[in-house]
């Protein structure tokens, strides 16, 4: 038995909307807002893809596509050296969370899950589902790393249904390398389901991932946004590895035309262009690096090390806290995260930012400038 939603969305960000509209009809300030509130790559999709999407627009869009996307699971399997039989795709990573947690999980299950983290899981396991969860704490002063010994020690203390690990964790940015990752796994108890989610792990380094091993495994499922890596936002895409039978399983439950035809299409392109995307995620980092260095000695701010296409960045208590501080920005057309939605152990004086072009970075710089020269006056009274 499913537990009755308490809550009816999960919050993501993607304030921009608020300038351009929700109905499209300010579509014309798209360049006027700076959305680092929002992950989204600062990137434009492959050329190829591009190219077909204009050539073929009108079909694309007036087209059924195909009721299940095969060729897109085919060209996954692949151009990531999966079996056929262990890819599931699906409208984006929170459609597939969706869909697979309600199957694997009730109320009466136990899950672990990392604090902070990608807030759409508290919000599934707790409002959705009703699950029992126990949070893995991540604190500043540890510099929000793993500890992986007290993480299977945690583990092992119980018997969990399942435990969600993002890596590179968000808002962090924190990365814990496949050989470590696979130890930890290792000496999790068979009964427990180990859910991975890589969403942003291109930006590291596309053999870092589990999806190989989580084909072999009965329990350890991967989660792959192919969105925000592709920088396809717009159409939703991602899929899950896993074990044949548990991708059965999900199979038998996925909708007909999950993804749409501009989508398979789009995607299947992209995934192919490994030279394009390659040269993407090593001019994001950087592009990061720039970033941190403009943080920490333009505006004396403390980011955290990253591996992402953002950063978690500590900023002084002599300036307003995060709510207040956001909301000066925002005035400004600089949206920014607020990570308290994500878990309770980042500072209050803290944001996310979204990694962007290098312009828009140096202008990301100057507002936060701005907002911090404005504001100190004005906190001080």
Excluded at 112 to 131: F, Q, R
Excluded at 258 to 268: E, M, N, R
Aim: hydrophobic fraction near 40%; glycine fraction near 4%; charge should be neutral.
């Amino acid at each position: 038995m499913i537990a009755t939603p308490t809550s009816a969305v999960c919050f993501h960000g993607g304030a921009s909307y608020e300038w351009i509209g929700s109905s499209f009809d300010r579509l014309d300030q798209i360049d006027q807002v700076i959305d680092a509130d929002v992950l989204d790559a600062w990137f434009s999709p492959s050329p190829k893809a591009i190219e077909l999407m204009r050539e073929y627009l009108p079909w694309l869009v007036r087209t059924s596509p195909p009721a299940l996307p095969n060729g897109v699971e085919l060209t996954i399997s692949k151009q990531r050296g999966i079996p056929l039989a262990n890819v599931v795709a699906g409208a984006g990573s929170s459609s597939l969370i969706y869909l697979a947690l309600q199957s694997l999980l009730t109320p009466a299950s136990r899950v672990l899950l990392l604090n902070p983290t990608y807030g759409e899981y508290a919000h599934v396991l707790s409002h959705v589902i009703g699950c029992q969860i126990d949070r893995f704490q991540l604190l500043p002063e540890d510099d929000y790393v793993v500890d992986l010994n007290k993480l299977v020690a945690t583990m092992r203390s119980r018997l969990y249904d399942m435990v969600i690990l993002v890596n590179p964790n968000n808002p962090t940015g924190k990365f814990i390398t496949k050989d470590l990752l696979l130890q930890a796994i290792d000496s999790v108890p068979e009964e427990t389901t180990v859910w991975v989610d890589e969403a942003y792990i291109d930006y590291v380094a596309a053999d870092q991932s589990l999806e190989a091993y989580a084909a072999k495994k009965s329990n350890v499922i991967v989660c792959k946004s192919l969105s925000k890596v592709l920088a396809m936002s717009g159409l939703r895409a991602g899929y899950l590895c896993g074990h044949s039978s548990v991708v059965a399983r999900l199979k038998v439950l996925t909708p007909p035309w999950s993804l749409t035809l501009p989508t398979q299409v789009a995607l299947i392109a992209a995934l192919q262009d490994h030279e394009y995307y390659g040269k993407c995620y090593a001019q994001t980092r950087v592009l990061r690096e720039h970033l941190t260095l403009s943080l920490k000695q333009v505006l004396g701010f403390s980011p955290y090390v990253g591996t992402a296409n953002f950063l978690l960045v500590d900023y002084p208590d002599r300036l307003p806290e995060a709510a207040a501080f956001l909301q000066l920005c925002g005035k400004r057309r600089l949206l920014l995260r607020d990570t308290r939605s994500m878990g309770n152990t980042t500072r209050n004086h803290s944001f996310r930012v979204a990694v962007k072009g290098s312009q828009t970075n140096e202008n990301i710089v100057q507002i936060l400038q701005e907002v911090c020269n404005a504001s100190m006056p004005l906190h001080a009274q």
